[in-house]
């Protein structure tokens, strides 16, 4: 049934509402095993849990899990929509498809760690959806019984590609084997060609993102610049010199002793990325759980769109 037509139902109304209530209920409940879950899960093989992860108190549901709620009940109502009578097995596990992902999300950007026990509940997730699909005949992810093998090993290859790359350019890391594990199993949920769409999307999610962050950027380092230039101005005008501003600048800014310009306040999580990590890494899996929950919340209309572009040859 389409979409629209479900809509209209009085079943596709009861379930709207329900993939909204569950939505809220079930991002309170991830934010709660983030929590809980063991500290050295969102810590490096080698590396000590600092005192915030042994605290509990990693992820508080009245700030980010308010937008976090929202978020999610879209994605449940638009999957139940596209996957709806006769496809009730689709709209669960990729409910909890979706579900795992925001979590992996969560833990990457606050923790820069990607925590294995989510990567392999999720590659369990696709495992058993990819069966399925093959199984039954859908071919709404595979069309073969190769493809999650295929996709798999494609994810996987891609992000050892990167981060091979990375150390021979930068000499460095350009990718997390975190990032390589959770692609293998996104792949094995994509499939082939579809990992190919997924990373297309994750590149385009962190473009954007990148874009969004440099402008931010801009934006807020010229405010700053132009409340020192009045302060200046100010100081001088009542005698002060420019030296004493300077002074005082510094002294007062309790979280800036090095005289570097002080940084502004982000979404939780984001001021405290990376903490314990060296600040150059980029985390990658947020944009590689959102190229999956894309891809299971829009399939038709992803695959729609690449078949009218590959009419235009």
Not at 117 to 132: M, N, R, W
Not at 284 to 308: H, K, Q, R, S, T
Request: glycine content about 8%; aromatic content about 12%; proline content about 3%.
């Amino acid at each position: 049934m389409q979409p629209l037509d479900y809509l209209n139902t009085t079943g596709g109304m009861i379930w709207t509402a329900a993939c909204v209530l569950f939505g809220i209920l079930l991002t309170w409940l991830y934010y709660k095993v983030i929590n809980i879950i063991p500290a050295k899960w969102l810590c490096d093989y080698n590396e000590t849990p600092s005192p915030e992860l042994l605290s509990g108190k990693r992820v508080s549901y009245l700030r980010s899990g308010i937008i976090m709620s929202a978020v999610t009940a879209a994605c449940l109502v638009i999957c139940r929509l596209q996957f709806n009578k006769g496809y009730d097995i689709y709209f669960v596990m990729f409910a909890m498809i979706i579900i795992v992902a925001l979590m992996i999300a969560i833990c990457d950007i606050k923790y820069l760690i990607i925590p294995d026990q989510f990567t392999i509940a999720l590659a369990v997730l696709g495992l058993a959806v990819s069966i399925y699909d093959i199984i039954r005949g859908y071919g709404i992810l595979h069309g073969a019984w190769w493809s999650p093998l295929a996709g798999a090993a494609m994810g996987a290859a891609v992000m050892l590609l990167i981060d091979l790359i990375g150390k021979l350019i930068y000499k460095k890391e350009g990718m997390g084997f975190g990032d390589v594990k959770l692609f293998a199993a996104v792949g094995m949920i994509t499939g082939f060609p579809g990992t190919i769409l997924a990373f297309i999307i994750s590149l385009i999610s962190a473009t954007i993102c990148f874009c969004v962050i440099m402008v931010v950027s801009r934006i807020l380092a010229r405010k700053a610049a132009r409340r020192t230039e009045t302060a200046v101005a100010e100081l001088e005008t009542s005698g002060e010199t420019a030296e004493a501003v300077a002074s005082q600048g510094t002294q007062d800014s309790p979280d800036n002793t090095d005289g570097s310009a002080p940084e502004e306040e982000t979404a939780e999580g984001v001021e405290e990325q990376g903490e314990g990590h060296s600040g150059s890494y980029l985390a990658f899996g947020p944009y590689i759980a959102i190229a999956l929950i894309c891809y299971l919340v829009f399939n038709d209309f992803i695959y729609n769109m690449v078949e009218l572009y590959l009419r235009l040859f």
